[in-house]
């Protein structure tokens, strides 16, 4: 089984610090996707990154798929409490549709 | 308004009684999955489904059963469930079964089986 392990588990930061969450794989991936996750609710697309070496900026979230597409990262400038969360990556490999997620990354931005 | 939508929202059963989660959408996505999300695991495909009549495992697919009968629904049926399947459980669906695609998640569905 394909495995998308993400770091850290668990972030506990003040706001306005930064911070950075990884997602690595010994896979290839076609495209790979980042979520946000509220409690009591389903995950919600942040973005999808396809390319190699593609930087994607939404506001004050970069997110960066790796050259050789086996990993990611998400970094977020001057976290606030409402970027409190759980953030997971997902993607799927060559020749197939299943869909890996990541183990996660439970983040909290204490006010 | 564009929804998934799953029912029950909550569910306690005892092992071995079948159930049956119901999970809709009004997009006319081709695509739907059923995950199951667990602590320390996050979330596990259970089966997907490309299209009508079109179904195929995810990671964990032992001990459920899927159908794809129509395009808008995608039951995910438990025939003799027992304790390891207590968990949340999500169904999400995207236009196409394209890489890439955003998928739109339920509210989920949370299984106790005692």
């Known amino acids: 089984t394909q495995l998308l392990e993400q770091s850290p588990q668990f972030l506990s930061i003040q706001e306005g610090e930064n911070l950075t969450v990884y997602c690595n794989s010994s896979?290839?991936?076609?495209?790979l996707q980042w979520y946000r996750q509220e409690p009591g609710e389903g995950p919600v697309l942040l973005v999808t990154v396809v390319t190699g070496g593609e930087v994607k900026k939404l506001k004050r979230l970069t997110f960066q798929f790796g050259d050789a597409r086996k990993d990611s990262s998400l970094h977020i400038t001057a976290a606030q409490p409402g970027d409190t969360g759980l953030y997971l990556c997902a993607g799927s490999t060559s020749g197939t549709y299943k869909y890996i997620f990541g183990t996660g990354t439970r983040l909290k931005v204490l006010a | 308004e564009a929804q998934v939508t799953q029912n029950p929202r909550y569910l306690i059963t005892v092992t071995g009684k079948k159930l049956t989660v119901t999970c809709s959408q009004n997009m006319n996505h081709e695509y739907m999955s059923w995950y199951r999300q667990d602590p320390g695991l996050g979330l596990r495909q259970i089966y997907y489904s490309m299209n009508v009549e079109v179904t195929d495992k995810g990671d964990v697919p032992e001990g459920y059963k899927v159908s794809r009968k129509e395009k808008r629904n995608f039951p995910l049926i438990l025939e003799s469930p027992s304790p390891n399947q207590t968990s949340l459980y999500f169904c999400a669906s995207s236009l196409l079964a394209f890489k890439g695609e955003t998928q739109y998640f339920g509210p989920g569905t949370r299984l106790l089986v005692l």
């Open positions: 896979s290839v991936f076609s495209s």
